[in-house]
């Protein structure tokens, strides 16, 4: 689906393996955080939240070292960036973020929210589709998040 909204945004073809590479290896740094946080079925304390919010920068140093996957670095860096500023790890906010990571994250999110978690069920894609067009602007780039709901209307279409 990234691959899909890419093409859709513009992204040239080359950059495309990167794109790629980014969103298979979005959470590889969740590799570092215990597997008491990653599969708790309640919430968060404070302190785990810190210590899953180490993930971005996790991937980040170990894909550094890997000359062919830097291109690749930005979905996995940056995915959990938002918009209006308020994400992690570094609080960029619109275009600060690399494009390919503002791509993902809007495919990211509809793939969290319409999959069952341990701490919630799956919302359907109607209740996953409002959501992106309520949070573009504020956790979403507002192109990206249109080019997604463009994109699944013309699948639904299809």
Not at 53 to 65: E, F, I, K
Not at 97 to 117: E, G, S
Not at 123 to 148: C, N, S
Not at 150 to 158: K, P, S, V
Request: hydrophobic residues 40%; proline residues 5%.
């Amino acid at each position: 689906m990234t691959v899909l909204l890419a093409e859709k945004v513009g992204v040239l073809s080359g950059e495309m393996p990167h794109i790629w590479r980014g969103a298979l290896l979005h959470d590889i740094g969740r590799i570092g955080v215990p597997d008491a946080i990653l599969h708790k079925t309640g919430s968060l304390t404070e302190e785990e939240w810190g210590v899953m919010h180490t993930h971005p920068q996790l991937a980040r140093d170990w894909l550094n070292d890997i000359a062919y996957l830097r291109k690749a670095i930005p979905i996995p860096w940056c995915h959990h960036e938002k918009w209006d500023g308020s994400g992690y790890p570094q609080g960029l906010k619109g275009e600060q973020i690399p494009l390919a990571a503002r791509i993902f994250a809007v495919v990211d999110v509809y793939d969290a929210l319409t999959y069952d978690r341990s701490y919630r069920a799956a919302w359907t894609k109607e209740k996953a589709l409002a959501y992106i067009r309520e949070q573009a602007g504020k956790h979403f780039d507002p192109k990206a998040a249109t080019a997604f709901l463009q994109m699944i209307a013309e699948q639904t279409e299809a």
